[in-house]
C-alpha cells in the first residue's frame, strides 16, 4: 500500500502538483496497474484547480470536462485506449474523509448549477 506520507499533497513543491501526482501512479509502490497502464499509454489528462469546493473553480472545471468529452468522442471507434480526466485541487490539505466527501459534493453541485 502507499505511503500516505508520499501523496502528492505532501511532497515538497518543487514540482507541478500534476507532476507530483503522475510520479505518485509512477512510484513501484502504487498498486492500481489500470493507472499504470494508462500512465504508460499517456492516456492521463490531469487539470490543476483551486481549492476544493471554491467557486472559482467552476467554469475552469466545466470547460475542462467539456473540452475532455469532446476528446474522447473524437477518439477512434476501434481506439480501445481508457482515457483519464483527473481534477486536482490544491487543498485542502487538512480534511477528514466526511468533510472531504461534502466538499466534492459541493463541487460537483456547483457544476450542475
Known sequence: ?????????SRPNQQSLSER??????????PCVGSKAALARNAIQPHEFGRLGDRRNDARLLDSLTRFARFIEGQPKEDTTVHSFVALF????DTDEQRFE????????????
Open 1 to 9: 500500500m502507499s505511503n500516505p506520507a508520499n501523496t502528492p499533497a
Open 21 to 30: 501526482f503522475l510520479s505518485f501512479i509512477d512510484d513501484p509502490s502504487f
Open 102 to 113: 461534502a466538499m466534492l459534493w459541493s463541487q460537483l453541485q456547483h457544476l450542475h448549477d
Open 90 to 93: 490544491d487543498g485542502p490539505s
